[in-house]
């Protein structure tokens, strides 16, 4: 057995689903990880079969075991499997169990972590069988409840991260629950940690932990400062409501009706394509605007290269949802491009008004238009918030230092 598999040195990482291409951030922290020399067994509780996959993936050297895998056959080894766990569970200490079936009453909202609960024991006998010294869930809803009924059910330490939707949206009850049995909890944003202190209280250990990111893939194109007839700008997310697209639609229709010369990427896919497909036509941006769709780590770094100018369009939902800080947004200051985007979240804690970018009011089409209006025609100001921004991101913001933080708390 190679030392980098002892139970001394085993980290158990849950996710929900993995590999997906949307969630860069969870690959490159996975990546990060084994960079640093921690050894980690990857769960996830389903493989979400994207058509296209990045191509890092294979770069990770953890195996996979998937916690729920599709078909009639996998469903009923699934019930085989849970009652033999449970089963073995309460026989190995019963007061365990009715601790942690008792917290399962008590919980707010019993119909789903019921679910969790069962899902939590079968995992209990994969992580002793992979003789796990700690489990930590890359989310604060779902894997971190399941992680959370894991340690009940077993007593192995465990952390769990909070990002946005995940954090915003929980039950507060449950999440103060599971803050205050964890090791501790990561999050990405100062705006995260402020959150989740006033909702789990003073009993949770909150660490602030930026998502990194590599600053060796995405770099500056040096053929950027040369003349253009028409300044590119780029939009990198999910085409989700807090992502703000119906918002930069009408700003860009405002910059072209100010004669700028633009053309706008967006790269992403999601549940709002059709309506953004109809707004681009009734504001007649046809020429102005594309929609990329989903692309992989490697093309969109190669749409950072071509661009002008990054934009971050995003909004507070009604149910308090929000981005934290966008890996995209990260990405494109590696990349050194000038940045305009929305003063909310985590947003300000990474660009520096005037300085490593431009931010506006969120939800404000007027002012999301002044400044890319600012930045198209001055090229000098491009270039200037552009190379703040990529120093700013090598210096603090890097994959392999977030990494190697990471990997210190987790030993």
Same mark, same amino acid.
């Given at each position: 057995?190679?030392?980098?598999?002892?139970?001394?040195?085993?980290?158990?990482?849950?996710?929900?689903?993995? #590999?997906?291409?949307?969630?860069?951030?969870?690959?490159?922290?996975?990546?990060?990880?084994?960079?640093?020399?921690?050894?980690?067994?990857?769960?996830?509780?389903?493989?979400?079969?994207?058509?296209?996959?990045? #191509?890092?993936?294979?770069?990770?050297?953890?195996?996979? /075991?998937?916690?729920?895998?599709?078909?009639?056959?996998? /469903?009923?080894? @699934?019930?085989?499997?849970?009652?033999?766990?449970?089963? =073995?569970?309460?026989?190995?200490?019963?007061?365990?169990?009715?601790?942690?079936?008792?917290?399962?009453?008590?919980?707010?909202?019993?119909?789903?972590?019921?679910?969790?609960?069962?899902?939590?024991?079968?995992?209990?006998?994969?992580?002793?069988?992979?003789?796990?010294?700690?489990?930590?869930?890359?989310?604060?809803?779902?894997?971190?409840?399941?992680?959370?009924? /894991?340690?009940?059910?077993?007593?192995? #330490?465990?952390?769990?991260?909070?990002?946005?939707?995940?954090?915003?949206?929980?039950?507060?009850?449950?999440?103060?629950?599971?803050?205050?049995?964890?090791?501790?909890?990561?999050?990405?944003?100062?705006?995260?940690?402020?959150?989740?202190?006033?909702?789990?209280?003073?009993? /949770?250990?909150?660490?602030?932990?930026?998502?990194?990111?590599?600053?060796?893939?995405?770099?500056?194109?040096?053929?950027?400062?040369?003349?253009?007839?028409?300044?590119?700008?780029?939009?990198?997310?999910?085409?989700?409501?807090?992502?703000?697209?119906?918002?930069?639609?009408?700003?860009?229709?405002?910059?072209?009706?100010?004669? @700028?010369?633009?053309?706008?990427?967006?790269? =992403?896919?999601?549940?709002?394509?059709?309506?953004?497909?109809?707004?681009?036509?009734?504001?007649?941006?046809?020429?102005?605007?594309?929609?990329?769709?989903?692309?992989?780590?490697?093309?969109?770094?190669?749409?950072?290269?071509?661009?002008?100018?990054?934009?971050?369009?995003?909004?507070?939902?009604?149910?308090?949802?929000?981005?934290?800080? #966008?890996?995209?947004?990260?990405?494109?200051?590696?990349?050194?491009?000038?940045?305009?985007?929305?003063?909310?979240?985590?947003?300000?804690?990474?660009?520096?008004?005037?300085?490593?970018?431009?931010?506006?009011?969120? =939800?404000?089409?007027?002012?999301?238009?002044?400044?890319?209006?600012?930045?198209?025609?001055?090229?000098?100001?491009? =270039?200037?918030?552009?190379?703040?921004?990529?120093?700013?991101?090598?210096?603090?913001?890097?994959?392999?230092?977030?990494?190697?933080?990471?990997?210190?708390?987790?030993?």
């Amino acid at each position: 057995m190679r030392a980098a598999d002892t139970p001394e040195t085993t980290v158990a990482y849950l996710t929900k689903r993995f #590999p997906r291409l949307s969630e860069t951030f969870i690959l490159d922290e996975i990546l990060g990880l084994e960079d640093a020399g921690v050894s980690l067994r990857l769960y996830a509780g389903a493989d979400p079969g994207e058509p296209i996959a990045q #191509p890092d993936v294979a770069r990770v050297r953890s195996p996979v /075991a998937y916690l729920h895998e599709p078909g009639r056959a996998a /469903a009923a080894r @699934r019930f085989g499997e849970t009652v033999i766990a449970h089963l =073995g569970l309460i026989v190995g200490d019963p007061r365990r169990y009715g601790r942690a079936l008792a917290h399962l009453l008590r919980h707010p909202d019993r119909r789903v972590t019921v679910f969790h609960f069962l899902t939590a024991g079968r995992l209990v006998r994969k992580l002793r069988r992979d003789r796990a010294r700690h489990l930590h869930a890359a989310f604060a809803h779902t894997p971190a409840s399941i992680a959370h009924y /894991a340690h009940l059910l077993s007593g192995l #330490p465990f952390s769990f991260a909070g990002h946005a939707k995940d954090l915003y949206t929980s039950n507060p009850e449950a999440l103060a629950a599971r803050a205050a049995a964890a090791e501790f909890v990561l999050v990405c944003s100062q705006s995260a940690a402020r959150e989740l202190e006033r909702r789990a209280g003073p009993d /949770a250990r909150v660490v602030l932990q930026y998502h990194g990111v590599d600053s060796e893939r995405f770099t500056p194109d040096r053929d950027r400062d040369r003349p253009r007839d028409t300044v590119g700008i780029l939009a990198v997310g999910r085409l989700v409501e807090k992502k703000g697209y119906p918002i930069l639609l009408e700003a860009l229709a405002a910059v072209a009706r100010a004669g @700028r010369p633009v053309r706008c990427e967006i790269v =992403g896919a999601g549940g709002l394509e059709g309506e953004l497909r109809a707004q681009i036509e009734r504001l007649g941006l046809e020429r102005v605007v594309v929609l990329r769709g989903a692309l992989t780590h490697e093309q969109v770094a190669r749409s950072y290269r071509r661009a002008d100018v990054f934009v971050q369009a995003s909004v507070v939902l009604g149910n308090g949802d929000r981005d934290g800080v #966008p890996n995209s947004l990260l990405e494109a200051m590696a990349s050194g491009l000038a940045v305009v985007a929305s003063d909310v979240a985590g947003i300000p804690e990474v660009v520096t008004d005037e300085v490593t970018g431009l931010l506006v009011p969120p =939800g404000d089409a007027a002012a999301l238009a002044g400044g890319l209006i600012s930045v198209v025609d001055s090229p000098a100001l491009r =270039g200037r918030l552009g190379t703040a921004a990529r120093e700013h991101v090598v210096a603090e913001l890097d994959r392999r230092a977030c990494g190697r933080q990471v990997a210190e708390l987790l030993r």
